[in-house]
């Protein structure tokens, strides 16, 4: 037995295991969660039997995990559409994935569909309704069984948006001879940036097909985009005044939103009409969150009943889903989350800077490091060292109109100068796989 089929059965080994009895409560919990009963079946590999590609046509299989992924790759599809010789199927893998998924590509793509659990029947069964000429995944998602489908398929196989965060990279560490076969199975790796390149190369990824083409979600169209009156029409919206200070919390993790509500506190009590809207990553901690507004005294209001907008709130806690990108424009300043102990990783400050608005975050943005690096190079962003000098930095930024302005400015100036990978990627593949065609 080779390096290859030994590592691939050792997976299906530990993995076996962890289906049968991991299932029952992973089903449990989706239908808890709902949204996942539509094309269920997807999820065990039956999808839609598909017709082979036509004649001069290549099929490409496209992995975006969530919501987040879903929508950065929307200027990647765009993009390789352009050949006019290559159709897409893409799979997503949670619920909402899918519904952006559905609304946003329906029109686009040849198929959006449920991607498959990661195991050796369902993934077969995936692969022969589907019949891919190459397959993507982003980011860092890594499904053996898939990767084995395309190899033995001759089929090749791209990681695009590639990431290696500071814990990634210290658990592959530990298990180089997997990590090595993982990448191993990629024909070519477009690494979001210049560290994530350098980690994939030191884990065992190919030197010469590992490649820096920047991020993707830099190409994401801001949209919608509002208008100044749009703006202010937001603001009444929210149950906020035109002329108040308004305060974001952006992708907010546990313990985030405390600070910041302490943080309005303080300029509330120095006379600033500070407003604050908190956005948390994930909306299922809305009781969790109830619970901390319910113990101190400024109105608020919870966007999930779909209830009348009070006038004049002072918090508005927006617990939905996809609509951060609209929010975050009545902003005058935002925090971005998962950057505050005990917070780890970071969520992403693209967008915020992208939109003009001056970002503060955390020390422990270690999954965007050169997005952060860059972002306050330039002067659009900020990080502090922890919750005190947060609090401390939204004061004196909240007083000092004309940097923030700057700020944002800079922040647009360095998204525009930083777009362009898809386009770049895309290429690449396209050329990948001509040469694959000529081959045949």
Same mark, same amino acid.
């Given at each position: 037995m080779g390096h290859t089929d030994g590592m691939i059965w050792?997976?299906?080994?530990?993995?076996?295991?962890?289906? =049968?009895?991991?299932?029952?409560y992973y089903l449990l919990r989706m239908w808890r969660r709902g949204g996942y009963r539509k094309d269920f079946q997807h999820r065990f590999g039956r999808f839609q039997r598909l017709p082979a590609p036509t004649e001069n046509t290549q099929r =490409?299989?496209?992995?975006?995990?969530?919501?987040?992924?879903?929508?950065?790759?929307?200027?990647?599809?765009?993009?390789? %559409?352009?050949?006019?010789?290559?159709?897409?199927?893409? *799979?997503?893998?949670?619920?909402?994935?899918?519904?952006?998924?559905?609304?946003?590509?329906?029109?686009?793509?040849?198929?959006?569909?449920?991607?498959?659990?990661? &195991? =050796?029947?369902f993934s077969k069964a995936a692969w022969r309704r589907i019949q891919p000429d190459a397959i993507i995944l982003t980011e860092s998602e890594l499904w053996p069984e898939h990767l084995r489908c395309a190899r033995k398929a001759g089929k090749p196989a791209f990681l695009v948006n590639a990431r290696m965060s500071d814990r990634s990279f210290g658990r592959y560490l530990k298990l180089r001879p997997l990590a090595a076969w993982l990448f191993g199975q990629l024909d070519h790796i477009y690494a979001a940036s210049s560290l994530d390149q350098e980690r994939l190369i030191a884990l065992g990824a190919r030197t010469e097909t590992t490649v820096c083409a920047g991020s993707i979600k830099l190409d994401v169209a801001i949209d919608p985009l509002l208008s100044a009156t749009e703006r202010t029409g937001l603001r009444l919206e929210l149950g906020f005044s035109e002329a108040s200070f308004v305060l974001l919390g952006s992708s907010t993790w546990p313990g985030e939103e405390a600070i910041l509500l302490e943080a309005q506190r303080q300029l509330i009590d120095q006379g600033v009409d500070c407003r604050l809207l908190l956005v948390p990553r994930h909306a299922e901690r809305?009781?969790?969150? @109830?619970?901390?507004?319910? %113990?101190?005294?400024?109105?608020?209001?919870?966007?999930?009943?779909g209830d009348v907008v009070p006038r004049d709130l002072k918090i508005h806690l927006a617990d939905t889903t996809g609509e951060l990108t609209r929010? *975050? %424009?009545?902003?005058?300043?935002? &925090?971005?989350?998962?950057?505050?102990?005990? !917070?780890?990783?970071?969520?992403?400050?693209?967008?915020?800077?992208?939109?003009? =608005?001056?970002?503060?975050?955390?020390? !422990?943005? *270690?999954? &965007?490091?050169?997005?952060?690096?860059?972002?306050? @190079?330039?002067?659009a962003a900020d990080v502090v060292e922890d919750a005190e000098a947060l609090k401390a930095r939204i004061t004196s930024l909240q007083q000092d109109a004309e940097? @923030?302005?700057?700020?944002?400015?800079?922040?647009?100036?360095?998204?525009?100068?930083?777009?362009?990978?898809?386009?770049?990627?895309?290429?690449?593949?396209?050329?990948?796989?001509? &040469?694959?065609?000529?081959?045949?």
């Open positions: 050792l997976y299906r080994l530990l993995f076996l295991p962890g289906l =049968v009895f991991a299932l029952p =490409v299989w496209l992995q975006a995990v969530s919501v987040g992924e879903v929508l950065a790759v929307g200027p990647l599809i765009d993009a390789l %559409q352009k050949f006019g010789d290559l159709e897409i199927v893409l *799979t997503t893998t949670t619920s909402t994935g899918y519904a952006e998924a559905r609304k946003r590509y329906a029109d686009k793509v040849l198929c959006v569909g449920i991607f498959p659990l990661d &195991f =050796v029947l809305s009781p969790e969150l @109830r619970r901390l507004l319910e %113990q101190q005294e400024l109105s608020w209001y919870q966007r999930s009943t929010l *975050t %424009q009545a902003a005058d300043l935002a &925090f971005v989350g998962k950057s505050v102990e005990p !917070n780890k990783g970071g969520q992403t400050p693209i967008e915020a800077a992208g939109l003009g =608005v001056p970002i503060l975050m955390g020390p !422990n943005m *270690t999954n &965007f490091k050169l997005i952060v690096a860059g972002l306050v @190079r330039c002067g940097l @923030r302005a700057s700020m944002g400015a800079l922040g647009r100036d360095w998204h525009r100068k930083n777009r362009g990978s898809s386009q770049r990627i895309a290429e690449g593949i396209r050329t990948d796989l001509m &040469f694959e065609r000529d081959e045949d």
